[in-house]
């Protein structure tokens, strides 16, 4: 069966500072790998997608950049941390057609 | 432009009483509907989708939902709530994108609160 997972769970760190969080899926190949962040109270904003190796898409522009080396490996960046990226972040992966997404349990990230 | 609404950002329900979490949706294409569950500090777990078929859907934990077009909604329902179905609740669509990837918009979330 799939299995998708993220690290860390919980991540503080402070303004200005780098960010890498991590994705990998197992179970499948080729699959389609989102990005989402969710701030307090609201609902999901999906930041990237990728269809395949080095193919990224961004949503909105941001400060976040995103990153597929490998097939199931999907990474979330930064080079400097702002306040206004504090939010629970969500990888996801799903097959292409009418298929669902599949989540993570998700990255809490509070910036200082 | 494809979106979706979720009336009432927080439902109160007692425990055993009917669960209705409403959702309604736009779109010039034929969606295909989920129903999402997220519990504290946690991802998002399917409950159920609608692609094709049968526009009554069952799904986890007991929930439901029917998919009605000519009202463009996707209302999920539980006939007896329970405590541990207290959680935040998203539904989502989505439509078939060239290259091969499909895009989930989703609502912005209802929390469901269950008191005995």
């Known amino acids: 069966s799939q299995t998708i997972h993220q690290w860390p769970a919980t991540l503080v760190q402070p303004v200005g500072s780098p960010l890498s969080l991590e994705c990998t899926v197992e179970g499948t190949s080729n699959p389609n790998l989102y990005w989402y962040r969710q701030a307090a109270g609201r609902g999901l904003q999906l930041l990237f997608y990728?269809?395949?190796?080095?193919?990224i898409s961004s949503e909105v522009p941001q400060n976040l950049s995103a990153s597929r080396p490998q097939d199931r490996q999907f990474i979330l960046s930064s080079k400097k941390l702002l306040l206004s990226d504090s939010g629970f972040y969500l990888c996801?992966?799903?097959?292409?057609?009418?298929?669902?997404?599949?989540f993570g349990d998700g990255t809490r990230l509070s910036i200082l | 432009a494809q979106s979706v609404t979720q009336l009432g950002s927080h439902v109160s329900v007692s425990e055993g009483a009917l669960v209705l979490l409403r959702c309604n949706y736009s779109?010039?294409?034929?969606?295909?509907l989920f129903w999402y569950v997220q519990y504290p500090n946690q991802g998002l777990q399917l409950l159920l989708k609608?692609?094709?078929?049968?526009?009554l859907v069952k799904g986890i934990n007991g929930f439901e939902a029917e998919f009605k077009k000519s009202e463009t909604s996707f209302h999920l329902t539980k006939p007896s709530a329970h405590m541990s179905d207290a959680a935040e609740y998203f539904c989502?669509?989505?439509?078939?994108?060239?290259?091969?990837?499909?895009?989930?918009?989703f609502g912005a979330g209802t929390r469901l609160a269950v008191h005995p």
């Open positions: 609608y692609t094709t078929g049968a526009t």
């Open positions: 779109s010039s294409v034929p969606p295909y």
């Open positions: 990728s269809v395949g190796i080095g193919q």
């Open positions: 996801a992966w799903g097959d292409r057609g009418d298929q669902p997404q599949h």
């Open positions: 989502a669509v989505t439509f078939m994108f060239s290259g091969g990837y499909n895009k989930l918009i």
